[in-house]
């Protein structure tokens, strides 16, 4: 995660929580772009982090990229879910397909 983490900070402030009411918070306080998740983290929690996104921000579109290890074997996610990547990922690759999902939601701002 501190891969991701340190690469996707060249082009993003990152935030990296494990506890969903600190993922939460974060999101009712500050501008969020898109949300990097790996769900199995903390006994499979983020897929509820998923959930819980879809269901407090139906409005918003926020882009959810999930990178798993795991083969996308859950068709219901596909409404909840933008992108899927299953890893290995390399870090430079997740950034690139952040910024593009990005743009492609017209959630990107020059001054990010």
């Given at each position: 995660m501190e891969l991701y983490q340190r690469e996707l900070s060249k082009s993003f402030i990152v935030y990296a929580f494990t506890e969903l009411k600190d993922v939460m918070e974060v999101m009712a306080n500050q501008d969020i772009r898109a949300v990097v998740i790996e769900p199995e983290i903390n006994s499979g929690k983020g897929w509820e982090l998923i959930h819980s996104i879809s269901n407090t921000y139906p409005?918003?579109?926020?882009?959810?990229i999930v990178c798993s290890t795991r083969d996308n074997?859950?068709?219901?996610?596909a409404l909840e879910?933008?992108?899927?990547?299953?890893?290995?990922?390399?870090?430079?690759?997740?950034?690139?397909?952040?910024?593009?999902?990005?743009?492609?939601?017209?959630?990107?701002n020059q001054s990010s």
């Open positions: 409005d918003q579109a926020i882009p959810v074997s859950n068709p219901g996610l879910v933008t992108k899927y990547l299953t890893k290995p990922v390399l870090p430079k690759i997740l950034r690139e397909r952040t910024l593009e999902i990005i743009r492609e939601k017209g959630k990107f």
